[in-house]
Nanobody, 120 residues
Framework: QVQLVETGGGLVQPGGSLRLSCAAS????????MGWYRQGPGKQRELVAT???????KYVDSVKGRFTISRDNPKNAVYLQMNSLKPEDTAVYYC??????????????WGQGTQVTVSS
């Protein structure tokens, strides 16, 4: 049974930092492309950052230069370092795992989410 468990959320003041972690189990981690999504109050879920199985990264424009996604394959983990946080970063952050095998997308996996609140 595949599980993605996010930790590291919390309340932080504007300008502060948080590091989210996502621990994966029940899967062969290294071939998966990993991502962080978020869903703010009254908003649709949006893609924040992705890291491919090969380590290539992409970010939504609003977090470029502030957030860094990384992965540790031996630990089956992906991280999101968030700096210079803004109130508009307030959201539930979700970890995502996706893989395409021989051109066919496999079932994606999601974590349960972790709340990040940026407020003074």
């Amino acid at each position: 049974q595949v599980q993605l468990v996010e930790t590291g959320g919390g309340l932080v003041q504007p300008g502060g930092s948080l590091r989210l972690s996502c621990a994966a189990s029940g899967m062969i981690f290294s071939p998966y492309n990993m991502g962080w999504y978020r869903q703010g109050p009254g908003k649709q879920r949006e893609l924040v950052a992705t890291i491919s199985s090969g380590g290539s990264t992409k970010y939504v424009d609003s977090v470029k230069g502030r957030f860094t996604i990384s992965r540790d394959n031996p630990k089956n983990a992906v991280y999101l370092q968030m700096n210079s946080l803004k109130p508009e970063d307030t959201a539930v952050y979700y970890c995502n795992a996706e893989r395409v095998l021989y051109g066919t997308p496999l079932q994606p996996y999601w974590g349960q989410g972790t709340q990040v609140t940026v407020s003074s």
